[in-house]
């Protein structure tokens, strides 16, 4: 996988996201209360993350809930710098957990590395958040549109440049489309929507779209945002604009209805929670390791195939007992029911299927200390 250049330099215990959370009293005992948000537990300490921004809003529920549970002598830090950031810092020891939109990659040693860095255990890796892809856009006097993938893949690849392009008119027929000059907007960092979004190109766009699915973005030149926010206001700011961005974040942009089958689907967390079900693991991975393959060519009605599965990467083991249990308790919050819930609540993400909540739930009760 290529890999940016630009990195957020990530000071450990320094976040953007920072909430002190409470806790009767402090413990290093691996296996008691670890948080689920059903009482109290015997946590105490700081928990440094980071990576997702298509996270960040439910990373904030989820704080929230876990302050509920144990208190005021956590305290729980996540920085919202993207997810290729998010693994890189994991790996180095920066993070004790990243949150990230793609899964750890095998390119370049990255699920090789993330073992080392776990003291040679396979790192876990549970999703934790699943959402639909926004195609979000500015164009004055278009308030719907509907776009199919192989348009989309043409717009972004700078084929089509024009918002009134015939074959976009042919994907809006009731539509007056302007003879705006198109300014599509990516990522500038390396980011799990970014390889989410490519992947559906690739596989759904029926070869318009050449490049393979990266967390970086494959083509040079263009106007680009760092960040889910960075992307946005990119966006938000010029007329003909169009950008990809988690849809919890799209706020008052135009949506697109993207083509699924014979129908145009807006999105949403029922239509990606559908695709996910559906779709196979990732092969190769260790049983800790809930990757999962995103069919991008759903055709089922109301599916929404361009969506993100966001994971939580963690080790096995930590050298502290005061880091696993911290690790643990949190973690086992957010992909609990409660957790997805709140998630669902601030965010407009879908909750888990039962069968992969109950298996990720299984999977972070392993944590524990060396």
Known sequence: MKRSSLRRAIVPGIAVLVLALSGCAAGNDTGGDTGTGSGSGDLSGTLNGGGSSAQESAQAAWRAGF??????AVTVNYDPVGSGTGRENFISGAYLFAGSDSALSTDEGELDKATERCGGSPAIEVPAYVSPIAVVYNLQGVDDLQLSAPVIAQIFNGTITKWDDPLIAADNPDATLPD??????????????????????????????????????????????EGTSGLVAAVKAGDGTIGYADESQAGDLGVAKIKVGSEYNAPTAEGAAQVLAESPRTEGRDAVDMAIDVDRTATDSGAYPLMLTSYLIACQTYDKASDADLVKGYLSYVVSEEGQQAAADQAGSAPLDSSLQQEAAGIVEKIAAK
């Open 67 to 72: 302050q509920g549970a144990n208190g005021d």
């Open 180 to 225: 705006t000059t198109i300014t599509p907007v990516h990522r500038s960092d390396d980011s799990g929507t970014t390889s989410n979004f490519t992947d559906y190109l690739e596989k759904a766009a029926e070869g318009k779209w050449a490049d393979p699915h990266d967390g970086v973005w494959p083509l040079k030149g263009g106007e680009a945002g």
